[in-house]
């Protein structure tokens, strides 16, 4: 469940593009975290110089890259109920998301805080003191967080791993819907939803409670995203995955996604660029014209370019699955050592990248190199980091593969007695 989902199409195959998928969105977020870094503001560690390039690809990224996260695990929902009961996923659910949310925000999060006050030449004390202060908390009534600093000076936050909480509370709250959704009432409208998203433009209308939670509530969330905004790609995943003519109105939409995201981008880049509506505007939470613009205009680009990037991906899948290009039983695509390796660590990898990234990035960005120079040694060395401390410490014990939500890993059954080992002299 979570990032670990398994995917599949209706037919049960599994969907080793939609695993693909995941993988490399989780990834791609190294390089994403890295270039933070030479944008102002968007990381722990900040550059000296900053870099129009990276500025222009974190920008980009933010449009898609977790929303995309949030449509395939509402895929993987749908899947994991068709093989447990209601009540086995919300017993399962914590376990699988909660234990690594819990460890990543005991042991990884501080790290992160106590470089940044380092780095912004702030004195944060010995690290045992600086735990004290992190996590001087109390309980929240703000919805959906539960816990927040007890200061308002506090240092209490939850970093990259907002998004397990999202994703556990809003699997947790939207259950009793996604169960009627597989009933007879909750299948019906399911059925409608694709009979209108095969109308021209239709699939489009769908991104209309993405476009009203941006442009009434505004972008105050973490991803720069407004938290609410992630429920609608989640029950769209679920939907896509309930119903064939949705799933095939997301294959043929994808160009049509391509084109509505490109032409969205040069109002997003101009209206923020040139500080269209004066600088003390906040375009994620005023209501001034050219802020409201921007909302409006991100809601469908990110709604866009998600849809584009889904799309296309199950559209080149289903031409490889296609009966010129046959996946046998005994060697499915995607099934290889190494796509199973890459599919079990997509969670690991998501709790354990930022990290290092933060670590290392302290160190390196006091270099006299240039931009690019620092950017290749910051995400070659965190690369080399997180699977090292993956491989080395996460995924060899059950107990470590349990923190970090990954499934154990079962003993070989006995071979009897009177059965030969393969391969054995007689």
């Not at 695993?19 to 933070?36: E, K, N, P, Q, Y």
């Not at 129009?52 to 890259?65: D, I, R």
């Not at 939670?213 to 029950?235: A, C, D, K, Q, R």
């Not at 709604?303 to 060697?331: D, K, M, N, Q």
Request: net charge positive; hydrophobic share 50%; with cysteine.
């Amino acid at each position: 469940m979570g990032l670990t989902i398994g995917a599949a199409d209706p037919t049960g195959t599994r969907r080793h593009d939609l695993d693909l998928l995941r993988a490399l969105v989780v990834a791609g977020l190294l390089l994403f975290h890295t270039a933070c870094i030479f944008v102002p503001g968007h990381s722990y560690v900040t550059n000296p110089t900053t870099n129009f390039v990276m500025m222009t690809f974190v920008f980009f990224a933010k449009l898609w890259g977790m929303p995309l996260l949030f449509m395939v695990a509402g895929v993987g929902i749908w899947h994991s109920l068709g093989t447990r009961t209601g009540w086995d996923f919300a017993r399962e659910r914590p376990c699988r998301l909660l234990a690594p949310l819990v460890v990543g925000v005991a042991f990884l999060v501080p790290l992160q805080l106590w470089y940044h006050l380092r780095a912004t030449g702030q004195d944060p004390g010995s690290y045992w003191t600086f735990l004290s202060r992190f996590f001087d908390v109390r309980l929240s009534v703000g919805f959906p967080f539960v816990l927040r600093a007890a200061d308002p000076d506090g240092l209490f936050e939850l970093s990259h791993l907002w998004f397990l909480y999202d994703l556990l509370v809003y699997g947790l709250l939207l259950l009793p819907l996604f169960l009627w959704l597989r009933r007879g009432g909750g299948q019906e409208l399911v059925g409608r939803l694709g009979t209108w998203a095969w109308r021209p433009w239709g699939f489009f209308v769908l991104a209309l409670p993405v476009v009203a939670i941006e442009v009434g509530l505004g972008t105050i969330g973490p991803g720069s995203w407004h938290s609410y905004s992630h429920v609608p790609f989640l029950v769209l995943g679920f939907l896509i995955a309930a119903d064939r003519r949705l799933a095939e109105a997301v294959r043929r939409s994808w160009r049509k996604g391509l084109v509505v995201g490109i032409a969205a981008l040069p109002a997003l880049f101009a209206i923020p660029y040139y500080d269209l509506g004066g600088p003390e505007r906040l375009l994620g939470a005023d209501y001034h014209p050219c802020s409201l613009a921007f909302r409006l205009l991100k809601g469908i680009a990110g709604w866009a370019w998600t849809v584009a990037l889904f799309g296309l991906v199950s559209s080149l899948s289903l031409r490889r699955r296609a009966p010129e290009f046959p996946v046998t039983p005994s060697r499915p695509a995607g099934s290889g050592q190494l796509s199973r390796y890459a599919n079990e660590a997509v969670l690991p990898f998501y709790v354990l990248h930022h990290s290092p990234i933060i670590v290392i990035g302290f160190y390196v960005v006091q270099w006299e190199i240039g931009v690019w120079g620092k950017f290749l040694v910051i995400s070659a060395a965190s690369l080399a980091a997180t699977l090292a401390v993956y491989d080395l410490c996460v995924r060899r014990t059950n107990l470590t593969r349990a923190l970090f939500g990954m499934s154990p890993v079962k003993a070989p059954a006995p071979v009897p007695a009177d059965r030969p080992v393969s391969g054995a002299r007689r």
